[in-house]
């Protein structure tokens, strides 16, 4: 072969594996971002349909007979994988109660908590409100005070930077008298907390508060768009035996989510006790969280643990836990 002819052809055949290496690469690339792809698909599609924060209460033994300082609760919150936080008032007495939830206390409890928040990245939620009076009593005078005792609450939501208030509406447990007494309650203070731009949050928390159908009447007298429902999936007792704890009177917790769930703002998962696969021993958690995702709800979900079996942070991680592999199982 003349050495013209054969630099030209191995030219050639230079150009042509060059173009195959390109080629192969380019495939090798596309196959390797189609797999990035997918995986992150996958991952995404692991991702639960809520965000996760976790219910104070949860640690209430902790505060209360340990002697922990409710203080550390976002340290804790953020080391067990949570972003959120939902305070519970109640824990924070005698120190709140002694001082007559005065405006220098509440601002130092507003104070600590914000700078606990911010130290550890987490997100203030909401504050749960008890002992404050009796939001749904007959009573008009006593309704009233107790509307203006949760306004100091609603403030101090407000300067922490949490989308609401939790409250209760105990009181009447005539049906009638009830809706009409929460109705005038939940109308006075959320008018005033709209102006915090803050909203007010009726928790399913005994008597006929866990009366779905009547809590829901209660949300559409109301008819403003700061007063909502915050479904718990397991505070469904209506009465309880005379002088125990045990229920008398037990309203379907699945039928009361769902008609709570059309004016949910927030959503707290019980817990009590767990199977050896790690399931509550009584809610289903798979079908209340389809009635969850179904209602378009893409919040927190607050983890609440109140069982004896596991020590408060192995409870916690347990439904936290629950709560993931639920939401997977809906696909």
Not at 34 to 50: K, L, N, R
Request: hydrophobic share 35%; charged share 30%; proline share 2%.
């Amino acid at each position: 072969m003349k050495r013209r002819k054969f630099i030209a052809n191995s030219s050639k055949a230079g150009a042509a594996l060059s173009i195959m290496g390109i080629y192969a690469c380019k495939e090798t690339k596309k196959k390797e971002e189609g797999a990035a792809d997918t995986a992150e698909v996958a991952e995404t599609a692991a991702e639960p349909f809520f965000k996760l924060s976790l219910a104070q209460w949860s640690i209430h033994k902790m505060i209360r007979e340990d002697g922990v300082d409710p203080y550390t609760f976002a340290e804790k919150a953020k080391n067990w994988g949570f972003t959120g936080l939902e305070y519970v008032s109640q824990l924070y007495n005698p120190e709140l109660e002694e001082a007559g939830y005065s405006e220098e206390a509440m601002a130092a409890f507003v104070e600590k908590c914000n700078a606990e928040a911010e130290k550890h990245g987490m997100e203030n939620v909401l504050i749960m409100i008890d002992g404050q009076g009796n939001l749904a009593v007959t009573d008009e005078t006593e309704r009233n005070e107790t509307i203006e005792k949760h306004k100091k609450w609603v403030d101090a939501a407000a300067a922490m930077g949490c989308h609401a208030i939790r409250v209760n509406l105990n009181g009447s447990n005539d049906p009638e008298e009830w809706i009409a007494n929460s109705v005038d309650g939940l109308t006075k203070l959320s008018t005033y907390a709209k102006t915090k731009n803050i909203n007010v949050l009726v928790e399913n928390h005994g008597g006929l508060s866990s009366n779905g159908a009547l809590h829901a009447q209660v949300m559409e007298k109301v008819e403003l768009d700061n007063c909502g429902t915050l479904p718990d999936f397991g505070n469904f007792c209506i009465k309880r035996k005379e002088g125990t704890w045990d229920c008398a009177e037990m309203y379907d917790i699945y039928k009361g989510v769902e008609e709570l769930m059309p004016h949910a703002k927030a959503v707290s998962a019980k817990s009590h006790d767990f199977d050896a696969e790690g399931n509550e021993t009584e809610i289903d958690y798979v079908k209340m969280l389809k009635i969850v995702k179904d209602h378009g709800y893409t919040g927190y979900i607050g983890v609440e643990y109140e069982g004896s079996e596991l020590d408060e942070e192995a409870g916690i991680l347990a439904t936290k836990e629950l709560l993931i592999e639920a939401s997977k199982k809906l696909g």
